[in-house]
């Protein structure tokens, strides 16, 4: 992992622009008020020119599902799209298995 992604995530997130993966595509969203800064073209293109490295970060950094202490499954909107049931995901079933497997392992 090259310290220009971590440096290009973080430069986007303080102009106020939040990242995530649907799948293995980076979407972002800005946050702020009135008009896009105008070097934010410049830092995206170098995201696009470290797509893989990026994904990988992002991956890294994503919250995962988990059981909460009362039992029930908390799936995170931040977390992978593959675990977003209501948005065609996987089971609920195969992410609670998933989670009871690494429990295990």
């Known amino acids: 992992m090259t310290a220009s992604v971590s ?3 973080g430069k986007l997130k303080t102009l106020r622009y939040a990242l995530y993966l649907e799948g293995e595509k980076i979407r972002f969203k800005y946050a702020g ?13 170098a995201l696009r020119e470290h797509k ?3 994904i990988a970060y992002l991956k890294k ?10 039992g029930d499954i908390v799936i ?21 298995e998933e989670i009871k497997g690494a429990v295990n392992a």
């Open 52 to 54: 893989g490295e990026a």
């Open 61 to 70: 950094a994503m919250p995962r599902p988990s059981c909460g202490p009362d």
């Open 76 to 96: 995170p909107f931040g977390s992978d799209s593959r675990y977003h049931w209501w948005m065609g995901g996987q089971s609920v079933k195969n992410t609670i």
């Open 33 to 45: 008020e009135g008009e896009p800064p105008e070097n934010v073209k410049a830092l995206l293109e």
């Open 7 to 9: 440096g290009l995530i």
